[in-house]
Each structure stands twice: as C-alpha cells, then as structure tokens.
Nanobody, 124 residues
Framework: QVHLVESGGGSVQAGGSLRLSCATS????????MGWFRQAPGKEREGVAH???????SYADSVKGRFTISKDNFKNILYLPMNSLKPEDTAMYYC??????????????????WGQGTQVTVSS
C-alpha cells in the first residue's frame, strides 16, 4: 500500500521561504510521475510542480523561478523548496504519485495516490 506523508507547511510573511517534504513508502512503480498540487479555499486543486523517475521536471508558470521540485531516491522523499512566497501561494499543498507518462501532467486524474496535505499560509 502506498503512503505519502507531507510536512513542512506553516505560516510565513510574503517574501519568506518554506520547504515542503513528502515521505513516500510502498510504491511499486518502477517508473513514475510525482507532483505537488495545491488547493485554496473555493478553488480547484492545481498542479504546481512535477518530476518523473528520470528527473525531468515541470512547473506551473505561477511558481517558475521560485519553487524547485526534487526527489531523494535513496530516502524516498520528495521536496519542494519555496522561495519568495506570495499571499496567493496560500493553500493546502498535496503530494501525489502516479504511473509514468511521457510528460508528467498537471491533471489530478493522472495521479493515483495522494498525501493528506500540509497547509501553507503566506501573509502580506
């Protein structure tokens, strides 16, 4: 059974930084896509950053240059350092894993397993 556990969320002022972590276990995917998603109150869940098992990454335009997705394959931990945070980054952040695709997409339907989320709040 696949387990994903996020941590690292918190409250910061605009311009601050946080680093999210997602500990993974039980995944049987030899090749995979993993991603960070976020959902603000009243809004749909959106893809933020994605990485595949070969190290290819992609980002939403709104976070390019500020967020960096990476994975420690030895520890099985997915990271998302977030810099220059803005109030509009406030949301619940989720990590997810799914089968590999040529391009890891931002659609939630592409990911089979999800963590419980960690809250990020950015004040102005």
């Amino acid at each position: 059974q696949v387990h994903l556990v996020e941590s690292g969320g918190g409250s910061v002022q605009a311009g601050g930084s946080l680093r999210l972590s997602c500990a993974t276990s039980g995944s049987s995917y030899d090749s995979y896509c993993m991603g960070w998603f976020r959902q603000a109150p009243g809004k749909e869940r959106e893809g933020v950053a994605h990485i595949d098992s070969y190290g290819s990454t992609s980002y939403a335009d709104s976070v390019k240059g500020r967020f960096t997705i990476s994975k420690d394959n030895f520890k099985n931990i997915l990271y998302l350092p977030m810099n220059s945070l803005k109030p509009e980054d406030t949301a619940m952040y989720y990590c997810a894993v799914g089968p590999w695709r040529i391009t890891c997409g931002r659609g939630t339907y592409e990911y089979a397993y999800w963590g419980q989320g960690t809250q990020v709040t950015v004040s102005s």
